[in-house]
Structure formats: structure tokens, C-alpha cells
């Protein structure tokens, strides 16, 4: 008997609570939180006093019905009014959920109905076109990339099926964590991404349970997340911020055509793929199925980015997706927040009545469009309106975006995010990362639970719990979420040769143990030389078919070790010098090579400044101009501001200082050079600055100097024009009027390489003599000049100085 009564005013409480959770003009009834049942007679006024509860049951239902907040208390579209179900479930003992508690009155009322209206739904598994479907015996863990209360997501690799080898993120839920209200969140956020299918938007893969779990199978995204990844990366430029923005644009967009408001717009929730293209994910507060005509009324969201309706609760349509859209490009551009107090309800007053005042820095178009976002009338925000998305695409801040290349992924984004091998992870926590991936069986449900799980659902770990991507740029930091010391090299590499000795490293070939594969492991001192750029570098563009592929990386504190590909064609001018028939032709699609893997890397920023031949090399004996690989980047640097923030290559005057720009336009001009100096040498079989190994630097250096080299005569007579037009302009002595790498692929002669000569070149037939004298030119440019020493009373400090005694002196 007091269990059934202690059941009843369980119910009845929690029905009290929903019903004066709702902003209703009466007052609440008397007594009606008193015992009922239990043995007690209930008298004539108590009947009184639950008829008319029972009538408040019947006016919040048609609230609940009417327009305004109907969108907001539906499960899916098309779904039935939720009142009678809603009522036999909670007077049901086995089916009534317990409710959070009093909460604020129109959230939490949608929040309530929404948590029934869960049961009503059949989510089913989710499988991959062309594929079977899929448990969690077919994903192998690899490890582990977050963790919150409720599961874990692992980094997976498919084991079975087409796709097969396949990296994944799996993200894993225990049914018996969550609450009812996650519930709802987690079904959302299935039944979006099932629906979605857009380049800048994540991608479900799979979706399955078990017993105790619930399974999602995403994409796998190695960049991490945009924002706080490259806030302490990279410089941002308002061409930078107009491309994110614009994949970003287009997102949401998409969501808005299906019916759903995205709701969370925040740094964590946009993420960076491979080749730094944006994908938007986390779903779990996401809104779907409402039209023009309806509102939802839910506060939820990060508060810094909430549109002023969702913090009045006045209800709020897609518009207030746009206004957390002003908020991120506000963000992007100035590194601030526009609206951020002390705390949460200062904030939240700003976001409703503060002034907010344009930067001077920022463009005319910029500033216009943030004006046009932060419309505190909804119905006035740029694509409020009838054409959506299409005004802001229309407005001057996008005037040079094409948006169908864009939205085709064929405009390059600005900046690639570093990337080595495909299951690297050193953008997210190693305090995940660093644990062994292991899914735990989970335990069973309630019987009440189970009967919300009748499909697939799930939630994703809240933003408080989210992996925060690394944000060190030390080489240390980087390694340490590759691999942790020598000692696992040695584990999983056996050492041999020695292939190459420089002044800061040494190259050996290397064995990996587990396949037997052959690689070339470099061994550099960091007591010599910091590493840290020329790892950075590998593992952002290490992925292009021309640039020395990297495998691994070590530290053992006092070396790093570079994994990389074994090269075993040797270097190119070897190659070329030792081939019996080589043509114009042959050269030209060479030269061609090349030139397009330095313009890709004067493009993002990079310039090599160590383009000697031996640094050029073949991966295989093929001899193909596609097997060709350029390496060793010891020297390379990459554009940085004064900060020493990364800069993408357009639109830097701003903020990189003239000489910085000054000394990168230098150093690419170095990088064609060199490369005039290696075809010079292919078309005639000697240098053009030294004759051979005995030459002095001096002789080297003023030859170089003065630009004096001959195109004229002897092995040059079998040369044509156009060739030796090319390379008097890529050894110009003035590094300004020296081709650029985009210039020289527009020069005829490798435009219509095809239509070269195929006859044999005449060439000087000494390849140890080339070879000596190519190592004393760039042994002379890069020799340490001592300098040279003057008495000290020539320095400036010394004639300051002595300016200010004789001052002191003469009072």
C-alpha cells in the first residue's frame, strides 16, 4: 500500500511541476501536492481539486498545440498531439520518468513533452550505402579521442566489408547513463545526420546498438577544430575569414532547407578536415522540422553565441543561426567576443541591450555585414528574409567568392592543417589519446529504458567534455602524440646503413618490424638544430605526390627521428648525368616536376632555400618525372607575422613587416635559382658557376655575383632558343627580375614541352666532375664568412659613448 502511494505522489509531483513550470495566469491549486491514495478517502473537495487539475491538464494541451509552441514540443514531423499518449504513459508506474526537477517554464515544459514523445519514435540501424550492416566486432580501436560521462569516441579502423581500412570516429554511448533529456538530444542528432548529406557537413556512416550501447559511425577528422586551432596557428586575414565563413555559409543553408536550426554554433562544433575544408558536426541541440510559420522556443546553446530571442525566450526561427554566424566572424576577425561579460547573466544582458562598437581595422564590406547579422528584430537580419542564405551571398563581403567552385571544394583553402599518417591524433587530448582503446561491455537498461531504445540513438559528449585540440606548436608536442621516446622506435624499427651524413643529421635505412617495409629514418640533433619547422612542414604538406612522404616521429629528448620514405631511385642529376640518351623533352617534363611542387609550396607559405640536386631524388628506378620527390626541408621556413603566428601567403602586408615580405620574396627567388642552376646543368652536363671541385669560393662567389655564365657555344650549340631563354631568366643576378615558379611554368618552352626535340642532347660526359663542382658552388653559398673586425672605437656603442663623456666631461 505505501509503495502504490509512494508511486502516485511521485506522479502527481512531477505532473505539478510540469504544469506550473508553464507561465499560466492561475494561480496553483491548494493541496494538491498532498497524499492521495494509500488507504486515504478522498472527500468531495479533493475530487473538486483534481477535476481541476485534471482541467489545467486540458489547457496546457492546447498550448501545446497552438502554433507558437507546437514545433518545439514535436518529436518529428508529422507527429500526433502528445497529450493523450503523454497522459496514459506518466499515470503508467512502469513508464514514468522522472523529470529534472523545477526548471525555468517554457524550456523546460518543451523539454518535458519532448522526453515522452521519445517512446513514440522507431529509430532504426543506419548503414552504409553498398555495405552490410555493421556491429561493433567489424571496427578495430585503434584509440581512444574523447571521453565524457555518458561513453567514449575512438578512433576505428574498419575491418570487414568494401570499406575495409577505413578510419572512422566511433563515438559510444552506455544506454543506462543517460537522462531522458539526453534522450531526446541523442535521437536528434541521429535522425539529422541520416538526413544530411553536404561536402561541408559531417557524414554518418554507420548507426547500430547492442544490449547496454548505442553506436555512431563518423568521419574521421585529423585537423581538428577550426578556430582554436588555428587562433594559435595562424594569422587570419579577412580573405581567410570570408572562405570559412562561406563553406560555412552553405552548411547551413542546407540544414535550413531541411527544416532544422542548428542551434549550437560555436568554435568546437566546426571542424577542419585533411585538406582544410570545414565540417560542421554535433547535432545534439540541433532543432528539425519547423517551417516559416513556427518558432522553437528552447534556450539552449552556447550563451556568448545565442541570438537575443533565444535569451528572451521569445522564440526564435533559422535567423538566430545567423546571428551566431555574426558572432564567429566577429570572433575570427578580432580574436574577441563581441558580446561577453563577467558572467552569465551580464553577458546575456549585452547580447539583449549593448551598443556594439565596428573595429577601425576592419574593412568597409566587413563591418557591413556584421551590421547586417547583429539585428536584434529577427525579422531584420540578413537572410531573415524571403531569399535566405541568398542575401548574404549577394552582399559585397563575398563579391570575389564563385560559389559553385566553392561549394564543388575546387577553391584551395588557405591554410592545410598538419597531417602525417592517416590514424595520426595529435590535434586531440593526450590524456585520451594516451589511454588504450577498450569498449567496456555496457550494462543493461531499465525495462523503461529499453522501451525508449526501440532503435538507434546517440548523444554526443557535451562541450565541457569535448578533447580540446592541441595548441603547442613545440616539435616535443607534436611527437608526443605520434609516438613517446626512441625506445618504441626501436621496438618497432630495425636500424641498418647509413645512406647519407650531413652537419646536423644522418640518414639510415630502417626496417619496420610488423610488415617488413623499408624506410629511411633521419636522425637529427637538437642540440644542433631545432627540428620543429621541418617536422611542421612534413606533416602539413608531406601528403603532396612530389614532397617526401612522413611516416613517423620520435623524440628521445636529445634527437628527433623522422621517418619518412626510402628513396631508392637516388638523386636526379645522378640519374640524368649517368643516361646514355637524354633529350629537351625528357628535361622539360623534369624542369615541369619540379616547378609545380615549388609552386605549391610558395603558394601555402613555404620556401625551400636548399634546392640543391641532391635533395631531389627519385623514389624508385622508374626514372619517371612523377617518381620524382624533393626532401630534406632542414632549411625551409614558413611565413610567419611579427608574432610569430603562420601567415597564409595573399593579403600579408598588414601584418608581416616589409623586410620579413622582402627576405620571403628573396628566398622563393633563391628557390628558382637553384632550379635555373639544375637545368642549365641537364641541358649541358656542367655548372655554370664552377668549373670543378678545385674551385675557391671566392671565384664561385664572384662569378655568382656578377651573373656571369655563357649560353653560347660548345655543348650549347644542340640547345634550343627557348630553352636557354628560360634559364637566362631563372639565373637573373637581381632576384626581382628573376622568374617566379608561376612564371616559369607559363614559359613556352614547358608549355609545349611535347614539341620539344626528342634528339639527344650534347652534353659533357664527366659525371664525378659535375658533381664536384655543383658541391663547391653550394658549399660556397653556404659557407659561414667570418666577419671582419674593426678597432672598437669604430662602433656605434663606442661613438655613443664617447659622445656622452665628453658631454659630461664639459659640465
Not at 161 to 179: E, F, H, I, N, S
Not at 779 to 808: D, F
Request: charged share 25%; with cysteine.
Amino acid at each position: 500500500m505505501d509503495g502504490e502511494s509512494g508511486r502516485n505522489r511521485v506522479r502527481k509531483e512531477e505532473l505539478e511541476r510540469c504544469v506550473f513550470s508553464h507561465p499560466s495566469p492561475h494561480p496553483p491549486l491548494p493541496g494538491l501536492s498532498r497524499r492521495i491514495g494509500g488507504g486515504v478517502m478522498a472527500t468531495m473537495w479533493e475530487a473538486v481539486r483534481h477535476m481541476s487539475f485534471l482541467l489545467s491538464l486540458v489547457l496546457l494541451s492546447l498550448c501545446i498545440r497552438s502554433p507558437a509552441a507546437g514545433a518545439d514540443c514535436r518529436g518529428t514531423a508529422g507527429a500526433q498531439p502528445l497529450l493523450p499518449q503523454a497522459w496514459s504513459r506518466v499515470t503508467s508506474p512502469r513508464s514514468a520518468p522522472r523529470t529534472r526537477g523545477t526548471q525555468r517554464r517554457t524550456a523546460v515544459m518543451c523539454v518535458a513533452w519532448e522526453e515522452v514523445s521519445v517512446k513514440e519514435i522507431s529509430i532504426t540501424h543506419h548503414v552504409k550505402e553498398g555495405s552490410e550492416k555493421a556491429d561493433p566486432q567489424q571496427f578495430e580501436l585503434r584509440k581512444v579521442l574523447g571521453q565524457g560521462s555518458f561513453g567514449k569516441v575512438f578512433l576505428v579502423r574498419k575491418t570487414t566489408g568494401p570499406d575495409a581500412g577505413q578510419l572512422y570516429a566511433m563515438k559510444v554511448l552506455k544506454k543506462a547513463t543517460l537522462k531522458v533529456r539526453d534522450r531526446v538530444r541523442t535521437k536528434m542528432e541521429r535522425d539529422i545526420l541520416v538526413e544530411v548529406n553536404h561536402p561541408f557537413i559531417v557524414k554518418l556512416h554507420y548507426a547500430f546498438q547492442t544490449e547496454g550501447k548505442l553506436y555512431l559511425i563518423l568521419d574521421f577528422l585529423r585537423g581538428g577544430d577550426l578556430f582554436t586551432r588555428l587562433s594559435k596557428e595562424v594569422m587570419f586575414t579577412e580573405e581567410d575569414v570570408k572562405f570559412y565563413l562561406a563553406e560555412l555559409a552553405l552548411a547551413l543553408d542546407h540544414l535550413h532547407g531541411l527544416g532544422i536550426i542548428y542551434r549550437d554554433l560555436k568554435p568546437e562544433n566546426i571542424l577542419l578536415d585533411e585538406e582544410g575544408h570545414i565540417k560542421l558536426t554535433d547535432f545534439g541541440l540541433s532543432k528539425e522540422s519547423i517551417d516559416h510559420e513556427n518558432k522553437a522556443y528552447s534556450f539552449c546553446g552556447t550563451v556568448e553565441y545565442m541570438a537575443p530571442e533565444v535569451v528572451n525566450r521569445r522564440g526564435h526561427t533559422y535567423s538566430a543561426d545567423w546571428w551566431s554566424y555574426g558572432v564567429l566572424m566577429f570572433e575570427m576577425l578580432t580574436g574577441t567576443l563581441p558580446f561577453q561579460g563577467k558572467d552569465r547573466k551580464e553577458t546575456m544582458t549585452m547580447i539583449l541591450k549593448a551598443k556594439l562598437g565596428m573595429p577601425p581595422f576592419l574593412s568597409s564590406e566587413a563591418q557591413s555585414l556584421l551590421r547586417s547579422l547583429f539585428k536584434r528584430n529577427p525579422s531584420n537580419r540578413l537572410g531573415a528574409g524571403p531569399d535566405g542564405v541568398e542575401e548574404i551571398k549577394r552582399h559585397q563581403f563575398y563579391v570575389t567568392i564563385d560559389w559553385n567552385k566553392l561549394f564543388r571544394r575546387e577553391i584551395h583553402p588557405p591554410f592545410k592543417p598538419a597531417s602525417g599518417r592517416p590514424d595520426d591524433t595529435f590535434y586531440f587530448d593526450p590524456e585520451f589519446t594516451a589511454k588504450t582503446p577498450k569498449d567496456s561491455p555496457g550494462v543493461p537498461p531499465s525495462a523503461n529504458a529499453n522501451q525508449l531504445f526501440r532503435g538507434f540513438s546517440f548523444v554526443a559528449i557535451s562541450s565541457e567534455e569535448e578533447s580540446q585540440p592541441l595548441q603547442s606548436n613545440s616539435v616535443s608536442s607534436i611527437v608526443q602524440q605520434l609516438h613517446r621516446s626512441v625506445s618504441q622506435f626501436n621496438d618497432a624499427y630495425e636500424v641498418k646503413e647509413d645512406i647519407g651524413v650531413g652537419s646536423y643529421s644522418i640518414c639510415r635505412r630502417c626496417i619496420q618490424k610488423s610488415t617488413g617495409m623499408e624506410y629511411a629514418v633521419k636522425i637529427i640533433s637538437k642540440v644542433k638544430r631545432d627540428p620543429t619547422e621541418e617536422v611542421e612542414i612534413l606533416l602539413r604538406y608531406g601528403q603532396h605526390p612530389n614532397i617526401i612522404t612522413l611516416k613517423d616521429v620520435y623524440d628521445d629528448g636529445r634527437s628527433v627521428y623522422l621517418v619518412t620514405e626510402l628513396l631508392k631511385g637516388g638523386e636526379l642529376l645522378d640519374k640524368i648525368l649517368r643516361q646514355k640518351f637524354f633529350s629537351e623533352r625528357e628535361a622539360s617534363a623534369v624542369l615541369y616536376t619540379i616547378t609545380k611542387t615549388v609552386e605549391y609550396m610558395h603558394n601555402q607559405g613555404v620556401v625551400h632555400r636548399d634546392l640543391k640536386p641532391s635533395n631531389i631524388l627519385y623514389v624508385d628506378e622508374s626514372g619517371n618525372p612523377e617518381s620524382i620527390r624533393i626532401c630534406d626541408f632542414g632549411f625551409a621556413k614558413q611565413l610567419r607575422a611579427e608574432n610569430g603566428l603562420l601567415m597564409t601567403p595573399c593579403y600579408t602586408a598588414n601584418f608581416v613587416a616589409p623586410e620579413v615580405l622582402k627576405r620571403q620574396g628573396y628566398d622563393a627567388a633563391c628557390d628558382i635559382w637553384s632550379l635555373g642552376v639544375l637545368l642549365y646543368t641537364m641541358l649541358t652536363g656542367f655548372t655554370p658557376f664552377a668549373n670543378g671541385p678545385e674551385d675557391t669560393p671566392e671565384e664561385i662567389l664572384a662569378r655568382i655575383g656578377g651573373g656571369k655564365f655563357s649560353l653560347t657555344g660548345g655543348y650549347w650549340s644542340s640547345v634550343s632558343f627557348e630553352a636557354k631563354d628560360l634559364v637566362s631568366k631563372m639565373l637573373h643576378v637581381d632576384p626581382h627580375q628573376r622568374l617566379t615558379a608561376a612564371q616559369v611554368l607559363k614559359h613556352p618552352w614547358i608549355l609545349h614541352r611535347d614539341q620539344l626535340p626528342k634528339y639527344q642532347l650534347n652534353r659533357q660526359d664527366a659525371p664525378h666532375l659535375v658533381k664536384g663542382a655543383m658541391a663547391a658552388t653550394y658549399s660556397a653559398l653556404n659557407r659561414n664568412v667570418p666577419p671582419m673586425l674593426e678597432p672598437v672605437g669604430c662602433s656605434i656603442l663606442a661613438q655613443r659613448r664617447g659622445v656622452k663623456k665628453l658631454t659630461s666631461t664639459a659640465l
